[in-house]
């Protein structure tokens, strides 16, 4: 099925660990996002992709970074991992004329 | 600059009550709006949108949405709520046509009582 397809659906990490979030989109949108929902806060936007190459920081970008480097896959990496990134993560891909597409999620708590 | 205010982040209603979901918004420009659904863990759904043309919007499951530019709101209502209808529903606003910067609101936790 055409979708965004996020991996894993839980992760529990220990304070300071690495990871990577998966995304993969097989629509061939060149638009591709990270969110990161937390109650009362609703969605916000910690990297964003226009294109294969490109991308660039949101509304909270700190201790994330992002890579693109085909425009299927957008990777989403805890570099050290802290409490506060205990959240739901979304990843995005958008189309003009059709709107956003979202993953079904992965909710990460770190311990 | 745009923003979104979703009033009330809890709303309870009696299965087959009225559904009245508020959004207000703010948009130096003419504003597209989008109502979202997410149910218990998955993704954000398009339940309906607004772009130009007539204000009344209709969506899936029943649901509409009246764009008054006067009132800069953007309210979802549904006449009768279903069990099914439980979920969260988000508000969001973007500006220049088609563009990809959605603001979205914080969300409103729809509970429907038996």
């Known amino acids: 099925n055409a979708g965004v397809t996020q991996t894993p659906k839980f992760q529990v990490l220990k304070t300071g660990q690495s990871m990577t979030l998966q995304c993969a989109q097989d629509?061939?949108?060149?638009?591709m996002s990270w969110y990161r929902q937390d109650p009362g806060m609703g969605l916000r936007l910690i990297h964003y992709?226009?294109?294969?190459?490109?991308?660039d920081q949101g509304e909270v970008p700190n201790g994330y970074n992002v890579s693109r480097s085909t425009t299927e896959d957008f990777p989403l990496r805890l570099l050290s991992a802290a409490p506060s990134q205990t959240s739901v993560y979304f990843c995005?891909?958008?189309?003009?004329?059709?709107?956003?597409?979202f993953g079904s999620g992965t909710r990460l708590t770190v311990v | 600059a745009q923003s979104v205010t979703q009033l009330g982040s809890h709303v309870s209603v009696s299965e087959g009550a009225l559904v009245l979901l508020r959004c207000n918004y703010s948009s130096s420009v003419p504003p597209y709006l989008f109502w979202y659904v997410q149910y218990p863990n998955q993704g954000l759904q398009l339940l309906l949108k607004?772009?130009?043309?007539?204000?009344l919007v209709k969506g899936i499951n029943g649901f509409e949405a009246e764009f008054k530019k006067s009132e800069t709101s953007f309210h979802l209502t549904k006449p009768s709520a279903h069990m099914s209808d439980a979920a969260e529903y988000f508000c969001a606003v973007s500006g220049t046509s088609g563009t990809y910067k959605y603001i979205f609101g914080t969300g409103t936790r729809l509970k429907v009582l038996a």
């Open positions: 992709s226009v294109g294969a190459g490109i991308t």
């Open positions: 629509m061939n949108h060149e638009y």
């Open positions: 607004y772009t130009t043309g007539a204000t």
């Open positions: 995005a891909s958008f189309l003009y004329g059709l709107g956003y597409t």
